[in-house]
């Protein structure tokens, strides 16, 4: 469904050459990594080598970082990963955040994994495939994956659409109160980075 580990490598122009012990960022050729990756790549090389982390995180790697203005004294950390490296991060998420949540200066930590979004195929479109665009890889299927991802490990428990009087949509999505406890205080952050990446307005709700 999702790319393989050498097609992913193929598609951007990657050798593995690029990613190594002075690095945890893979880009593609020729790109400079920015200041937030940079921070990043350092943070996760000092857990890997000075933390119980350091098995977990050996061959992981990002592709990206950047911040997201939560309001005037807030920012957000959303590192972008590999699709196929997502459950082996997931199984070490809450403690490897609470760590670069230290390092990074308090700033909250997001990480997401990294989708491709096909679009609809028309009777004008240059390549018509025959096979069938995967769900996975429409607008739609890619943020809500984008949800579970800014709220894992908590579960959504349910979506509702409420349409404004100004035309406008917003998404309330429902959290499994038991959540509430460790993810209360970014809810902020939730909403500012899906409305980022998205476009879309959000909130969310705890219910039993």
Known sequence: EFQTFQHYFKQINLSMTLFSQTSKLVKAEGEKPNAVESAVSQAL???EANSDLANALRGLYFVGAEEVVIRDDKVAVVIHIPFPQQK???KIQS???RELEKKLSGKHVIFLAK???LSKPTRHSRNLS???????????????SILDDLVFPAEITGKRKR??????QLLKVH???SAQINTET???????????LTGKDVVFEYVD
């Open 163 to 168: 349409v404004k009087l100004d035309g406008s």
């Open 175 to 177: 959290l499994e109160k």
């Open 186 to 196: 970014k809810v902020d952050t939730f909403m500012a980075v899906y409305k980022k």
């Open 130 to 144: 025959k096979q069938r665009r995967p769900r996975s890889r429409t607008l739609t299927a890619v943020h809500d």
């Open 45 to 47: 090389l000092d857990l």
């Open 95 to 97: 403690k490897l955040v």
């Open 115 to 117: 989708r491709r979004i």
């Open 88 to 90: 082996v991060y997931q």
